[in-house]
């Protein structure tokens, strides 16, 4: 695990924002795993900069989203479809029709999510994952105790998430109680993993995810087992790493080793 420290969130937003660009320059194909939340706004609010000052271009991208409420149509303002457009999709050239999310108000929720499942394999899994983290250490909203080896499904909603994302809601009572998530053995298929998080609030579970054992109370450890994850995170979410100078001895500043 690679785990770079920021000064402060601005800086791991652009450092993050950073990697991202420079995989779809390599990589203009790329199949990328896409994350919600309020930490990932600014991330792409700098991509859409990029897009506008430099062509960063999405047009060759097909893009997975990792999870969807139950029971929201795509153009419910509250649903991730909408979030995705609002922050991202709209200002860039990727084509929306190779940009896909679980359909929260699919009829069968079971088989959209088996769907769903099937769709990122044939597209040949995710080249690029991007992932925050929940305060009670989910990812994509693979509560605790979520299966380490768990595939796309239907996940029922803590008390402590749906809290946490009231409010991106009218009331807290609007949030719904469950959600279709990619599993965590769909993010942990993923070729490169890079997870950004920031802010005190984060610096437990972030110490939990990378210094803690591996266990499915903890989702975000799963990520321990992965070969190629990068963990963005500033000074404030860093607090609690036992580790932390030897991580800033191997990345100061969150550069790159120096080997
Ligand atoms: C939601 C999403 C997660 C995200 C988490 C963190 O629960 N399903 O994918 O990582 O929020 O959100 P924030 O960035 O707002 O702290």
Redesign the pocket.
């Given at each position: 695990m690679k785990v770079l420290i920021l000064p402060d969130a601005a800086a791991a937003t652009e450092r993050a924002a950073g990697l991202i660009a420079a995989r779809l320059r390599a990589r203009p194909e790329t199949v990328l795993g896409l994350?919600?939340?309020?930490?990932?706004e600014a991330v792409y609010a700098r991509l859409i900069r990029d897009h506008r000052e430099t062509g960063l271009s999405f047009a060759g991208v097909t893009s997975f989203n990792?999870?969807e409420y139950v029971g929201l149509a795509p153009d419910h303002p509250c649903s991730?479809w909408h979030y995705m457009r609002r922050q991202l999709f709209d200002h860039v050239d990727i084509d929306q029709a190779r940009a896909h999310l679980p359909r929260g108000d699919a009829p069968d929720p079971k088989a959209e999510a088996a769907r769903y499942e099937a769709a990122i394999e044939t597209a040949g899994d995710i080249g690029l994952q991007l992932?925050?983290?929940?305060?009670n250490g989910?990812?994509?909203?693979n509560e605790p105790i979520s299966s380490l080896s768990s595939v796309t499904r239907i996940k029922t909603l803590t008390q402590s998430?749906r809290n946490?994302?009231a409010r991106f809601f009218d009331r807290p009572e609007d949030v719904p109680r469950l959600?279709i998530?990619m599993g965590i053995g769909t993010i942990t298929r993923a070729s490169d993993v890079l997870l950004l998080?920031h802010g005190a609030a984060?610096a437990r579970v972030v110490a939990a995810m990378i210094e803690g054992p591996l266990c499915a109370s903890c989702p975000a450890s799963a990520l321990q087992m992965h070969r190629k994850v990068t963990v963005v995170i500033d000074r404030e979410a860093a607090a609690d790493l036992r580790l932390r100078d030897y991580y800033e001895l191997v990345h100061p500043d969150g550069r790159e080793a120096e080997i």
């Open positions: 994350a919600t939340g309020g930490t990932m990792l999870d991730y992932l925050g983290l929940g305060l989910h990812i994509g909203f998430t946490a994302n959600a998530t998080a984060k």
